[in-house]
Structure formats: structure tokens, C-alpha cells
């Protein structure tokens, strides 16, 4: 890290956030000062007038038609100066939103592919628009917000102080009354926000454990018993809510009847009056303090009604800086070009947390035209070995090379050139299925789409939606898990990549159509490198290497023959496999 990103990450992240538009909206807040400041002249001008007019002297138009002239003035100038600050600060806004998404996007692009499986897309979405959105207030609204709420103020109170300052004191009773109030409103506010969420959060796993756990409850017989958790995690929460909004409603209630027009109206005149009686100023002098008051409380009270969406700023700027610190993948300063396909793991070893090993000094060599299954127990490792290929994360120890580079020495779309894969989460994106299996060759004629397509069993399938190939997946192209998995095969088969990853890729498929995918694999494996996932023991009898995982270590390898009869490890699992499924039904890999 370089001291620029440290001192970056010391400042807080609305203040990194906003740097790019900072100079801009300094200009806005200006902008909004004046016009703040003008904004209170159109009142001060039918105050004087009013003096102008009551005042026992003979009256002097020219003087009336002045006043008047400048309080037009002064309106058409707080309307300049209120369009440009507005127009700044929502350009800014747009500039900043555009510049946000495109680091965010441009992060996502570097960061380890495995990062994105420990996270949802809803997670990742939420980040990207809504947070980003949710700046929106911040930066359109608040800075601006907050100038008007000083500078109108400190200008009609300095105007007030200049006609009687017993009578500033007045007019400024009740903003110091509704500052004081709010205040206490929000006395301890951000723990009490945390134990809001903890309850909330409580609530919402209550009823997602309800509802999906609901066909096995039932089935139990614990039906009441998992209603009864949720009844109760919601009053827990709707208790603790009561308790403090209740807590909160005679101050929240007293604080906008304070800052009310009406309010401020009405404790002037009152005050006013006093002091009028006692002789402590002239009768002439109260027109002013009651045409200014009521609009003192106002920016307060536009503040105070802001004040949620300025907390959900601040919470969303925690969020997007986050995502902006994720480590990216380490890219190669010089890149080199692989000698051949042949895949050397050389003492692997990698940690999630760097404190457990999900591997441990893995040797292992795959070679062009061959098939290498990983096969093992749940938790083994092999979908981490398998991951670590397509680099969706560096080893913490050892090295992998292909043709001889190391994965750090390959440029990425170098990298992703040689290896494709295929796993069992399978993700299509909102595009044709034509663009969906030309993912990696966007220009590649439609008749090896089509030939990609029939090779993995989906031809037929892709031809019976509304529009065949140009169907869109997730509107009118609805595919089953199965179907969207051999999508994905033929999109790696048309990426014609010289290594492939497959995570039990036929693990969607139905059995009639299971072979035919397994054939099709094999003639695609013919001169290639090929690492398989296998849960299904029987898909890989053929493999010319079976590699057996047991926590984190390759503990045996063989063909298929010799590890049986070895007896050891996977022999017990093929026994298991043989007891669950019946008599296997070869199928060379």
C-alpha cells in the first residue's frame, strides 16, 4: 500500500467519496450562501417598507420605490444563484455516480474470482446501484441544505440585531428551543440504530428459517414450534421499537411544533408584545421580527426531515469504500507467453483466513490429452485445488505453471484464453442464448454456436423457445438447472480453451441425455488438458489419473483399477458410491 492509498483510507469514506466533486460543490455551497443570503433581502425589503409606511414622517417614495426595487432584485438573484448551486450539485451527483460505478466495475474486474463466490449477486448489486444511489441526498441535497440553514439565519438575525437586538433575541428563541430539543432526540441514537438492526435482523432470520425450513417442520410435526420462534422474534422486535419511538414522540412532537411558522409567529408577537408595553422598543420595530421569524426554523426543519437519508448515505459510503479496498489480484508487470499446456502444481498450498490450510503441499503434474479427477470427501479440498487453476485465488504457498509460466507471469485474458471451466453454479447472463454460449468468442459463427450447442445436448432444447437462439435467459428462454448447466457446457466448448475445469459438469443432466454430455466431453478432451470435480464416482473410471483428497492432501492417485485394489481410501468411497447408486454404469471420461 503506498502512502497516498494510507492516507486515503484514514479519511472518512464520505470525504473519500467526494473527493472527485469536491471543488465542485464548494462552488455550489457559495452559490447557495448567496443565494441564502439575497434569499432574505425580498423579506427585509416588505419589512422596511412596512416601517417606511407606518412611520409618522411624510413618506418618501423614492426611498419606497428603492426598497422595493431591491427586494425584486434580490428574489431575481436568489433564483439565479438557487438554479446554479442546484445545478452543480446535480451534476456533480451525476459525475460522481458515473465515477463511482466505473472504479467499482473496474474493482470487480480485479478482484479474485473467488471473491465472488463468498458472495451473493444481490450483495454485489447493492453496492454497485443501490449505495451508490443512496449518495444521491448527500450530494444534491445536504451540503447545500446545511449552508442555507446557516448563512439564513446569521443574515436575518444580523439584520434584526441592526433594527433591536432585544428583538433578535426573541426571534431567535425558538430556533435555540428546536435545536435543543432535537438534540435530545437523538441522545444515544447510533446504539440504539445497532440494537434496531440486531432486532430487525432477528425477525428477518426468523422468517426465512420459517419459510424454507416450512415443508420439513410440517413433515415434523414442529410447525408450531418454528411459528412460535417467529411470533416471538417479531414482538421482541415490535417491543423494543414501541419503547423507543414512544420514548421519542413527545419530544419529536414538541421539536417541529417549536420550529413551526406558526409557533415562531406567535412567540414573537408574544414577546414582542411584552417588550412594546414595557417601552423597550417602538411598535414600529415588531413588524420586522414577525415577518422574519417563521422563516428561521425552516432550514432546521428541512435538516431534521433529511436526516434518515443523510444516515443512509453515510452507511452506503462505509459500504462502497469497503468494495473499493478489496485487494485486487496481483497482475504481472512483464507477461509471458506459456510453452505448451502442461500443468505443474508444484507444493501448493493455500489458506482461506491464513490460518487453516484448505490445502497442503499438493504435487501435481497434468498433461496435454489427459483426464485428472479429483475425487475425494466433502470438505477434501478439490473444489479449492480445482479453482486455484482459472486463478480465482493465488496460492499461499508453492506454484502453478502452465507451458512453464507461472499463473502470476500470464496476462488474465492470456489465462482465461488457455483455461475454460465449467462448475455447478452455473450463471447465464441476461442475454441471448446465442451471447450466452459465445461468451468467449462474441464473433464466432452461428454455425459452431450451433454445432457447441449440439454437442452438449441443448440443440433441441435452445430450438422449442419462443425465439431459439435469440430467446433472452430469464425472460422468454426459462431453463432448468440441467439445461442451464449444458449451456454453459457448450459455452466451453466453443471457447475451444487448450484446459478445462469441470465441477461434475453432467451433475444437472437427466440420465438420458448424461451419456451423450459425457461423450461429447470426452472427444473435447482429445489433445487437451482436462481437471474433473467428481462427486459420482462412476463418470470417471476411465480418467488416466485419479487424484484422492482427504483435508487438503492428495493421499492417493492411480487409475481407477489400481486404487481399488489398494483397498484404501477410494475404495471405500467407490463401495459407497456402488451401495448408493447400484450396479455403475461405466462411462469413460
Known amino acids: 500500500m503506498n502512502d497516498a492509498d494510507a492516507k486515503a483510507r484514514e479519511t472518512s469514506p464520505i470525504a473519500r467519496l467526494i473527493a472527485p466533486v469536491r471543488r465542485v460543490l464548494m462552488v455550489a455551497c457559495l452559490l447557495q450562501a448567496l443565494s441564502a443570503a439575497v434569499g432574505v433581502a425580498p423579506f427585509i425589503a416588505v419589512a422596511e417598507l412596512g416601517r417606511l409606511l407606518l412611520a409618522e414622517a411624510p413618506l418618501d417614495t423614492d426611498r419606497a420605490w428603492l426598497i422595493a426595487g431591491l427586494g425584486a432584485g434580490a428574489l431575481l438573484l436568489r433564483f439565479v444563484f438557487l438554479m446554479a448551486a442546484s445545478g452543480l450539485t446535480h451534476l456533480a451527483d451525476v459525475n460522481l455516480q458515473l465515477y463511482l460505478r466505473r472504479r467499482l466495475a473496474e474493482r470487480l474486474g480485479r478482484v479474485p474470482l473467488g471473491w465472488f463466490t463468498e458472495r451473493s449477486a444481490g450483495s454485489v448489486k447493492k453496492a454497485l446501484q443501490d449505495d451508490v444511489t443512496a449518495l444521491h441526498h448527500l450530494v444534491g441535497h445536504a451540503y447545500t441544505n446545511m449552508v442555507a440553514a446557516i448563512v439564513t439565519p446569521v443574515v436575518a438575525l444580523g439584520y434584526l440585531i441592526w433594527v433591536d437586538w432585544r428583538l433578535a433575541l426573541v426571534a431567535a428563541g425558538p430556533v435555540v428551543l428546536g435545536i435543543a430539543l432535537y438534540a435530545l432526540q437523538y441522545r444515544g441514537y447510533g446504539e440504539k440504530m445497532a440494537a434496531y438492526n440486531e432486532a430487525l435482523g432477528g425477525v428477518n432470520a426468523a422468517s426465512v428459517e420459517f419459510v424454507q425450513g416450512i415443508a420439513v417442520v410440517k413433515t415434523f410435526g414442529q410447525a408450531r414450534k418454528a411459528y412460535g420462534r417467529f411470533v416471538e422474534r417479531t414482538r421482541a422486535f415490535i417491543s423494543y421499537f414501541w419503547d423507543w419511538v414512544r420514548g421519542l414522540l413527545g419530544l419529536s412532537a414538541a421539536t417541529d411544533i417549536v420550529l413551526s411558522p406558526l409557533f415562531c409567529l406567535t412567540f414573537v408577537l408574544a414577546a414582542g408584545l411584552l417588550l412594546v408595553t414595557a417601552g423597550a422598543t417602538a411598535p414600529v420595530d415588531l413588524l420586522p421580527a414577525a415577518i422574519l421569524a417563521p422563516g428561521l426554523a425552516a432550514p432546521f426543519l428541512a435538516l431534521a ?165 435469440d430467446s433472452v435467459a430469464g425472460e422468454d428462454a426459462r431453463l432448468s438447472g440441467g439445461e442451464a448447466q449444458r449451456v454453459s457446457i457448450a459455452r466451453a466448448i466453443l471457447a475451444d480453451a487448450p484446459i478445462l475445469v469441470l465441477d461434475e459438469a453432467t451433475a444437472f443432466a437427466d440420465p438420458e441425455s448424461e451419456a451423450a454430455i459425457q461423450e461429447a466431453l470426452s472427444r473435447l478432451a482429445a489433445g487437451r488438458t482436462l481437471l474433473v470435480i467428481a462427486h459420482r464416482l462412476h463418470t470417471i473410471t476411465g480418467a488416466d489419473q485419479i487424484c484422492v483428497l482427504d483435508r487438503g492432501r492428495i493421499v492417493e492417485r492411480g487409475r481407477h483399477a489400481e486404487l481399488l485394489e489398494k483397498g484404501g481410501l477410494y475404495a471405500r468411497l467407490w463401495d459407497a458410491s456402488e451401495a448408493t447408486l447400484g450396479p455403475p454404469s461405466r462411462v469413460s471420461a
Open 305 to 469: 426531515f433529511a436526516q434518515n437519508d443523510m444516515m443512509l448515505a453515510k452507511q452506503a459510503a462505509v459500504r462502497i469504500t469497503d468494495l473499493l479496498d478489496t485487494p485486487a489480484l496481483p497482475e504481472p508487470t512483464k507477461t509471458r507467453s506459456p510453452q505448451g499446456f502442461r500443468v505443474v502444481f508444484d507444493r501448493v498450498s493455500f489458506s482461506y483466513d491464513r490460518e487453516v490450510q484448505a490445502l497442503k503441499d499438493i504435487d501435481l503434474v497434468l498433461s496435454p490429452g489427459t483426464v485428472t479427477a479429483l475425487v475425494g470427501p466433502s470438505g477434501s479440498g478439490k473444489s479449492t485445488l480445482a479453482r486455484l487453476l482459472p486463478r480465482f485465488w493465488d496460492p499461499t504457498a508453492g506454484s502453478i505453471t502452465i507451458g512453464g509460466v507461472p499463473l502470476t507471469d500470464m496476462a488474465p485474458d492470456s489465462l482465461y484464453r488457455s483455461v475454460s471451466f465449467v462448475f455447478q453454479d452455473v450463471q447465464l447472463l441476461r442475454a441471448t442464448i446465442r451471447e450466452n454460449i459465445a461468451l468467449a468468442r462474441p464473433d464466432a459463427p452461428f454455425e459452431e454456436i450451433e454445432q457447441a450447442a449440439r454437442a452438449a445436448q441443448i440443440h433441441q432444447r435452445i430450438l422449442e423457445l419462443p425465439r431459439g437462439y
